[in-house]
């Protein structure tokens, strides 16, 4: 080979091995940074292993450092598990990340039981040494108890408290002649697909100050900054049977249901349903449906729905104080926040009451638009669109908005109402029935339509 060429070749096979190889800085300035100081895994049930949370660690200087050591530090550093970029292991030495390149780091944990009621923290450190010097990154968990029913029927009467929180795997039945009372303070956490089946009756006393909760069993975030809280068809919901009379639930919150809560009646006069107070939200279809059954509401919430937030087929029914406002998240809404069914053979007609409410949001406010003539009063109601009073309005506020503190796009959704509400001093007392004084939040009740009393914020 000519000289020349051989100069060339040797030349270009520099230049490809400089662009190959990075080569590594040993200096102690040459350090990792990370995607966070501290990885919270979240609230995490105890005894069992707990999902994955990821984190990112970045080489950002030109050349590649070695991360001599890898590994969990401290009293509880046995209770987490590392994966580093696909490998498991409890240490890991010598791990190089290139130049300006990054790596993951994997992190879950199995807590032991811990005997009490309330979560316990539980920290750790992951340690990471290059150049001689060591960082930390702080790894918590915070670790719940929980009592865990399985196919559990409920046959004679029974008290749920406001201990531990109760996981329900499948599903949760309440035969007829039994009644399952939820004590101020309970938390029942349903698996996917898991219900709320009631022959008999249920009875939830929940507090301002103790709620009563029904929700899914998944915590965290789905991905970062969306929290499974806003998330629907986590469980399937709550089903009231047509043999099913007498149900009161206050100061409870339903949420991330398949269809909510869906009443199944035989038709009369008797509510098979009787709900204070409450926050229905969250449904991949109606947050309260009724079919030949008869509803009370005062001073409810009602949103965020797929479908759509209330369906009422026949029965009697009674909403006061109430606010429906859809901002449903993950599809477009396919019917409106009030679905009112038309009657068809073997349905009767349905027969409303709605005073002191709100009417809010995306998608339809009213189907079928035209109610004229039927059983269906709306009286001193707040409705966004641009409507007038007849038989079926009266004395209602139109084209106005309530000015909630929701922000959609924030993924914030709080229906109380700001300063400049028109809603506020707008109610008719004189129509109320609540049968409480306080709101959800345990504000005396004043003459503000919705479901929650105006109270003046430090921020507003």
Known sequence: MPKFLIFIFSALMVGLASCIEDGIDTSPSAQPSFSCDTLDIGEVFTDELTVTSRMTVYNRNAKGIILSRIAMS???????????????GKEFSNVEIRGKDSIFVFVEALLPANGTDAPVDVEASLDFTANGLTQSVVVSAHGQDIERLHGMEITEDTRFGAGKPYRVADSLVVREGATLTLEAGTKLLFRDKARLVVYGRIVSDGRPDAPVTLTGDRTGNVIPGVSFEIMSRQWGGVEIMPQSKGNVLSHTVISNTTHGVAVHGEGGEEPSLRLVNCRLRNSGGYVLSADMASVEAYGCEFAEAATGLVRLSGGSHRFDQCTLSNHYLFSAISEAAWNIVTPEDGVTETALLATNCITWGLGQEL????????????????????????????????????????????????????????????????????????????????????????????DD
Do not use: H, Q
């Not at 401290?74 to 490998?87: E, K, P, Q, Y």
């Not at 029935?433 to 339509?449: M, T």
């Open 74 to 88: 401290g009293a509880n550093a046995s209770l987490f598990r590392i994966n580093v970029d696909g490998m498991s």
């Open 367 to 458: 189907l079928p638009k035209d109610i004229s003539g039927r059983p269906i009063v709306f009286e001193r109601c707040l409705f966004r669109s641009a409507g007038t009073d007849d038989d079926n309005f009266v004395n209602c506020l139109w084209d106005a908005d309530p000015l909630f503190y929701t922000v959609r796009g924030d993924y914030y959704f709080d229906y109380r109402l700001k300063p400049e509400s028109p809603a506020i001093g707008a109610a008719d007392p004189s129509l109320s029935e609540c049968p409480l004084a306080v709101d959800f939040y345990g504000v005396a009740r004043a003459a503000d339509l919705g479901a929650y009393v105006f109270v003046e914020r430090e």
